[in-house]
């Protein structure tokens, strides 16, 4: 068994430092930048980028909506060529930049309510997948398992990675509960990582209703904005390799 662990990184901005981000850079095994339309700036994203070199991680690029204030989770009404040109330009500039600081850039995950909506939205996710196709039909599209996003990118032939969430309940359909609604976020870590162990050994979840449901996952969302994220992936790392299942990056 094996798995891998990605973290959305890259979200401070001028002066405003968000996250820990080269503290968990020890601990996952991909990175989805973002690339200054949600979060970060060039800057931000130069460096960013230049940390997970450094640090030997698998590096993805993390569009989202132009939305700095709301952080890309307010959904905004795009035409699909205004979407394309966004993803075009957004994975495009961060490619460039790892390019120029020795790297390859190895997937793209979109962010927040572009996210969401991509998951249930098949047009939608079908822009995003195609964006994503023209830029380098090699980038893997990474996004949420059992989603529109993961037939549209099979249906186009790109290669697809199903993401699972340690810290966030599903609902019945398989969707991620929105935070909005009580027991949406999984406070408890250990809980947190039951759902991962599940997730991986036994290709099952437990819903936020109490059902198990099957799901099957290729890399696991570590939220490492907090001190508790953190705490997380140190403690899901030592319980992974208890368990024997191997921790790898993308490929």
Excluded: W
Excluded at 154 to 176: P, Q, S
Excluded at 232 to 249: C, F, H
């Amino acid at each position: 068994m094996k798995i891998d662990l990605n973290c959305d990184l890259g979200e401070s901005f001028g002066i405003y430092k968000i996250g820990n981000d080269r503290e968990i850079m020890d601990y996952v095994t991909s990175v989805n930048i973002a690339c200054g339309f949600h979060a970060g700036d060039p800057e931000i994203m130069v460096k960013t980028v230049q940390s997970a070199i450094e640090k030997d991680v698998s590096i993805g690029a993390h569009p989202g909506y132009p939305d700095l204030q709301g952080f890309g989770r307010r959904m905004m009404q795009m035409s699909h060529d205004a979407l394309r040109a966004s993803i075009l330009y957004q994975v495009g500039a961060l490619k460039a930049i790892v390019e120029a600081c020795g790297g390859r850039l190895n997937h793209v995950k979109p962010h927040g309510a572009l996210y969401n909506l991509a998951s249930k939205d098949y047009d939608v996710a079908l822009v995003i997948a195609r964006a994503i196709y023209d830029i380098d039909p090699e980038l893997i599209f990474m996004g949420l398992a059992e989603s529109q996003m993961i037939k549209a990118g099979r249906d186009i032939g790109l290669k697809v990675a199903a993401e699972t969430f340690a810290d966030r309940r599903y609902d019945e359909n398989l969707k991620l509960v929105p935070r909005g609604i009580s027991g949406a976020v999984i406070e408890d870590i250990h809980h947190s990582i039951d759902q991962c162990i599940d997730i991986i050994a036994k290709q099952e979840v437990t819903d936020i209703n109490g059902e198990k449901r099957c799901l099957k996952g290729d890399s696991i969302c570590i939220h490492g904005d907090n001190q508790k994220g953190i705490d997380l992936v140190k403690l899901l790392r030592q319980s992974l390799k208890n368990q024997d299942i191997q921790v790898e990056a993308l490929r």
